[in-house]
Structures are given as C-alpha cells and as structure tokens.
C-alpha cells in the first residue's frame, strides 16, 4: 500500500522553514484591543525588549522603580517643594503687605483727623481774624472820619480833615461838616 500524498491544507514547508510553534491563549475580550495593537506593533518592528519590559513594568505597578521615572518623580517632587517653599515666601511677603498698608492707612487716618483738627483751628482763627479785622477798621474809622451826622441819621463817612472846638471838645469832621459847623 503506496502513502497517499497530503494534497489538502497548506503546503507544508521543510523542516529549515518551519516556524516555532506559538502558545496559544484564550483572550479575554476586555484586553483583546491591547493584545491586536500590541501584535500590530509587533509586526511593525516597533516592539523591543525595553519596550515589551517597560510595558510589564506598568503592568506589574513597577513604573516607579524604573530609574528614569524616579529621576522625573524626584524632580518633580523637589519642584513642588520648591514652589510651597516659594508660595509661604510670598504669602508671607503678601501678609507684611498688607500689615504695611493698614499701618500707613491708620497713619493717614490719624494725619487725616490731624490735619481736619488743625484746619478746624486755622477757620477759628480767621474767623476771630475777620472779628478783629472789622473792630479795627471800625475803631479806624472812628478815629480818622468825620463826627458829624448826617442828615439820614448816620454817621458820615468822609475823612476828617479839621478839628472844630465846641463847647470845650474837639471833633474831627470832614470840610463839608466844617462849614456846617462854621468853622471855616
Ligand atoms: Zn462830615
């Protein structure tokens, strides 16, 4: 009895050719999608053995033991203390600020109340200026016009220019009063 030849199935190939058997595993369909890009990578070569142990790393939570990542945590980690160390600085730079600027508010205030004060003041001096001011221009006026009296009453108000003797006293009147009086 001659052995039939095998004409069915895929044309085996020799033996040099053969490629290893692969293991094959049942996929579970949540993990399906990162299996095909996996293999796709593969397949385009872009699969290395760092690649495959880096990607087993983060599977097995070993990311952090990786040197580099370390590396970056640690830089990372020292930055951020850097940054708090450098906020408390300004905090405490904002906090003095502003302990500053209450001060030199308060300052101004007590300036402000001083200043009203003194202002306050300096109205109560030209006011009894004025006071003093008309008292003198009256008494001026009493001393340098005329004594007579108008026929409206009132005192006149021209210069006096010559003193008139009456009945023992002297008046100051102005020359329109001294022809009056006739002592011109
Ligand atoms: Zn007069």
């Known amino acids: 009895m001659t052995e039939k030849k095998e004409t069915r199935g895929r044309k085996r190939l020799p033996p040099e050719k053969k490629k290893r058997p692969q293991t094959a595993v049942k996929i579970n369909d949540f993990i399906l999608p990162f299996v095909k890009e996996l293999k796709g990578n593969l397949k385009k070569g872009l699969v290395t053995e760092e690649t495959l142990a880096q990607l087993l790393g983060v599977l097995q939570g070993a ?30 730079n904002l906090d003095d600020q502003k302990k500053r600027t209450l001060q030199i508010v308060l300052e101004r205030d007590v300036e402000h ?15 009894k200026y004025r006071n003093l001011k008309d008292r003198y ?16 009453g009132k005192r006149c108000s021209k ?26």
């Open 113 to 127: 109340q001083e200043a009203m004060k003194i202002e306050g003041r300096y109205r109560a001096l030209e006011s």
């Open 137 to 152: 221009d009256a008494l001026l006026h009493q001393e340098h016009d005329c004594m007579a009296i108008t026929s409206n």
């Open 159 to 184: 210069k006096a220019v010559i003193d008139i003797t009456r009945e023992g006293l002297v008046f100051h009147v102005c020359l329109q009063h001294s022809k009056v009086f006739g002592a011109i």
């Open 63 to 92: 990311v952090f033991n990786d040197i580099n990542s370390a590396g970056i945590i640690e830089n990372l980690q020292h930055h951020v203390s850097n940054l708090e160390s450098e906020n408390q600085l300004l905090k405490g």
